[in-house]
């Protein structure tokens, strides 16, 4: 039997690969980045960093249109890129099998944010299915290409960062191509009004056989009556660990619910625990129920859950969390990094500086202190136009070159239209370098902002007299771009 | 057999997601069930690094409650993992310290205890980079586990070029005199 150690993230791409796909696209974002990353070089797939999320999605969706099997992955916050195409493409379905992969990161190791993409399932309408080891993440891979082909849907495989990072062992098997064609079918395809109203119905009646299927592959273990748990994902591991002789309703399948199993389970137990990280997803459709459990009045809804945590709060023990109290080693750039020269020059400049997201984030941080904001992909641009509308002080817009691409583009054209007066810094280091320095659709900057219109573009280095361009920019009566290129050491 | 966790600590670029994932591609390759669990800081470089590997005859939790065995690969970054060391359990630790503001004091007391073997890697193999592989020596005469397996495992997963240099530091682990280190 041919097995072999992978992480969750590997084993998704490996379940991809043994299913078929034809192409994989992802932008790249911790805990997902691996993903793809496992799936760049087989000769079999056409692989690909795209621009952003929402672009992933849609070139995933042609080639599920024109019959082959296409995997799309990114981090939770991609979703929200990407959730425009999502909505609609669960109207209209697939022809061969598409699945999206939301790797989600509770307790916040890399990201801005802790949300709980499970509510994408729901709203979308779109079954959910959630491995809790790297076995479970190959075969559920494998399951959803099934699932969204029998059932004409676009499938959620729900990662967590624990899930995606962990190691476990794999048994490996074929790769079986997939094989339909194109399939011209408008009614289905052309989401106008008079197409869209009966596949919204058309939706309904599928979850309703989705619930039909939830019912028949979650599993129920049955052992000790006293205590049940509803539990998902790596929860499930953490309170089988503590837990062994209780009794257990593992949703591989979590939206939509085994409502069937829920009430035959819940009628079998003496006490019903819910155990799920974030949201009160499952607890909240459970009491819908009307079943009685104990769920985020007892965990906490911020944060991971851990074995001991479970532990303590099942068995009344004290929960000892080791309170870290000792230096902590923060995140900073590399020796050399070209970032330190630029953000030295705006440090001393004292403006409001609009940053975005990548390494350049880290400006914030002790001993810079030279960022002021970061929310979001793309933000940048649009909020320092908004800053410059309301306020006399200077402000400027920092941008890394991927995150540009992804998500500056659109924000550029419009102030430049809404005559901003501001200063937009793009830092070209030539990749993705966050994440490991993944390439991204490359652009010349400085031929966009011209060909947008604008007059002042200024290219700078390390070696440029930093202080006295962004100076000279700012003060003027007119939208500026300055492009900083200094490639990422990485990269180098 | 009941569940045998081992906890890996140190900062970014000293190898120890390197040797957690040997340790488990030994351990896997002997037959037990595996599961790991890493978390790396958002730094390329010098960030705090920790990983675990537990195994057994059936794993669930990739998360550790408590250790077994403990390496060390950094002082600061022992301490702020010590504590789950077992009280029957071996610590192997560095005795090298990765500065940062506040570093605290006199680590090297807060952490001996009798089951706590403390190192100085760089000087007995005058070569930091292997370090790693000395503790992995170390650590393979507690978990009996057959050596080939462990070559084996080194050859698959260390780049060619580098093979020799760590099978001897490797080997420098295993033949350590303890007697005169501690």
């Given at each position: 039997m041919n097995k072999k150690l992978l992480s969750g993230n590997e084993a998704i791409a490996r379940g991809a690969y043994e299913a078929g796909v034809k192409v994989a696209c992802s932008y790249p974002g911790t805990?997902?980045?691996?993903?793809?990353?496992?799936?760049?070089?087989?000769?079999?797939?056409?692989?690909?960093?795209?621009?952003?999320?929402?672009?992933?999605?849609?070139?995933?969706?042609?080639?599920?249109?024109?019959?082959?099997?296409?995997?799309?992955?990114?981090?939770?916050?991609?979703?929200?890129?990407?959730?425009?195409?999502?909505?609609?493409?669960?109207?209209?379905?697939?022809?061969?099998?598409?699945?999206?992969?939301?790797?989600?990161?509770?307790g916040i190791f890399s990201s801005q944010n802790e949300q709980d993409n499970r509510n994408y399932a729901k709203f979308a309408k779109i079954p959910m299915l959630e491995p809790s080891d790297?076995?479970?993440?190959?075969?559920?891979?494998?399951?959803?290409?099934?699932?969204?082909?029998?059932?004409?849907?676009?499938?959620?495989?729900?990662?967590?960062?624990?899930?995606?990072?962990?190691?476990?062992?794999?048994?490996?098997?074929?790769?079986?191509?997939?094989?339909?064609e194109i399939k011209k079918d408008i009614k289905k395809y052309v989401m106008i009004p008079s197409h869209a109203k009966p596949r919204h119905v058309f939706v309904e009646e599928r979850l309703k056989k989705l619930e039909?299927?939830?019912?028949?592959?979650?599993?129920?273990?049955?052992?000790?009556?006293?205590?049940?748990?509803?539990?998902?994902?790596?929860?499930?591991?953490?309170?089988?660990?503590?837990?062994?002789?209780?009794?257990?309703?593992?949703?591989?399948?979590?939206?939509?619910?085994?409502?069937?199993?829920?009430?035959?389970?819940s009628k079998k137990v003496k006490k019903l625990y819910v155990i799920e990280e974030l949201d009160p997803f499952i607890e909240e459709q459970v009491k819908a129920l009307g079943v009685n459990c104990i769920g985020k009045e007892k965990f906490p809804i911020c944060g991971e859950l851990s074995p001991s945590m479970i532990d303590s709060i099942l068995n009344n023990k004290t929960y000892s969390k080791i309170e870290d109290v000792l230096p902590k080693r923060l995140p900073a750039w590399c020796n050399g990094c070209p970032y330190n020269s630029l953000f030295a020059a705006l440090k001393e400049l004292d403006l409001n500086v609009i940053g975005d997201i990548g390494c350049y984030t880290?400006?914030?941080?002790?001993?810079?202190?030279?960022?002021?904001?970061?929310?979001?992909m793309g933000l940048s641009i649009g909020a320092s136009f908004g800053v410059e509308k309301v306020s006399k002080e200077k402000n400027?817009?920092?941008?890394?070159?991927?995150?540009?691409?992804?998500?500056g583009i659109t924000a550029l054209i419009d102030i430049f239209n809404n005559k901003s007066t501001g200063t937009v810094i793009i830092i070209d280091n030539g990749g993705t370098a966050m994440t490991g320095m993944q390439p991204y659709p490359k652009v010349d900057f400085a031929k966009l902002a011209k060909a947008i219109g604008i007059k002042n573009i200024v290219k700078i280095n390390s070696k440029s007299s930093i202080k006295s361009v962004i100076e000279n920019e700012?003060?003027?009566?007119?939208?500026?771009?300055?492009?900083?290129?200094?490639?990422?050491?990485?990269?180098? | 057999m009941k569940t045998k966790d081992i906890l890996l600590a140190g900062v970014g670029?000293?190898?120890?997601?390197?040797?957690?994932?040997?340790?488990?591609?030994?351990?896997?390759?002997?037959?037990?069930?595996?599961?790991?669990?890493?978390?790396?800081?958002?730094?390329?470089?010098?960030?705090?690094?920790?990983?675990?590997?537990?195994?057994?005859?059936?794993?669930?939790?990739?998360?550790?409650?408590?250790?077994?065995?403990?390496?060390?690969?950094?002082?600061?970054?022992?301490?702020?993992?010590?504590?789950?060391?077992?009280?029957?359990?071996?610590?192997?630790?560095?005795?090298?310290?990765?500065?940062?503001?506040?570093?605290?004091?006199?680590?090297?007391?807060?952490?001996?205890?009798?089951?706590?073997?403390?190192?100085?890697?760089?000087k007995m193999l005058g070569n930091k980079k292997v370090i790693?592989?000395?503790?992995?020596?170390?650590?393979?005469?507690?978990?009996?586990?057959?050596?080939?397996?462990?070559?084996?495992?080194?050859?698959?997963?260390?780049?060619?070029?580098?093979?020799?240099?760590?099978?001897?530091a490797f080997e420098e682990g295993i033949n350590v005199d303890f007697k005169n280190k501690r």
């Open positions: 805990p997902a980045t691996e993903i793809n990353e496992a799936l760049v070089g087989h000769k079999e797939i056409y692989t690909e960093w795209s621009a952003n999320e929402k672009v992933a999605l849609e070139i995933a969706f042609g080639a599920c249109y024109a019959g082959k099997r296409a995997i799309v992955s990114m981090k939770h916050v991609g979703l929200n890129v990407a959730a425009d195409p999502l909505f609609t493409i669960s109207y209209a379905g697939v022809n061969s099998g598409l699945v999206i992969v939301s790797a989600d990161d509770p790297s076995q479970e993440a190959k075969d559920f891979t494998k399951l959803a290409f099934d699932i969204s082909e029998k059932y004409d849907t676009p499938v959620l495989l729900r990662l967590t960062t624990r899930v995606s990072h962990s190691k476990s062992i794999v048994e490996l098997g074929q790769r079986k191509e997939s094989q339909k039909d299927l939830s019912n028949k592959i979650n599993k129920i273990e049955y052992n000790n009556y006293d205590i049940g748990i509803i539990t998902n994902g790596i929860s499930y591991q953490y309170a089988k660990e503590v837990m062994p002789n209780a009794s257990f309703l593992k949703l591989n399948m979590s939206y939509p619910l085994p409502k069937k199993l829920i009430t035959e389970f880290l400006a914030a941080l002790e001993p810079y202190n030279a960022l002021d904001v970061q929310i979001n400027i817009a920092v941008i890394g070159d991927s995150t540009f691409v992804h998500s700012v003060n003027k009566k007119e939208l500026s771009v300055i492009v900083y290129e200094e490639p990422c050491l990485l990269g180098k | 670029g000293q190898g120890v997601m390197l040797a957690s994932n040997i340790i488990s591609e030994v351990l896997f390759k002997a037959g037990f069930d595996v599961k790991t669990s890493s978390i790396k800081g958002m730094s390329q470089r010098l960030g705090s690094v920790v990983s675990s590997v537990r195994f057994g005859e059936k794993v669930y939790s990739p998360v550790i409650r408590k250790a077994d065995y403990f390496l060390g690969f950094e002082l600061l970054e022992t301490l702020r993992y010590i504590s789950y060391l077992n009280k029957g359990g071996i610590g192997i630790i560095n005795n090298y310290e990765s500065r940062i503001e506040n570093y605290p004091k006199e680590i090297i007391k807060r952490i001996k205890k009798n089951n706590v073997i403390l190192l100085d890697g760089q790693n592989l000395l503790f992995l020596g170390i650590l393979s005469r507690h978990l009996g586990i057959e050596k080939r397996f462990w070559i084996e495992s080194i050859k698959e997963i260390i780049p060619e070029k580098y093979v020799n240099i760590n099978l001897r």
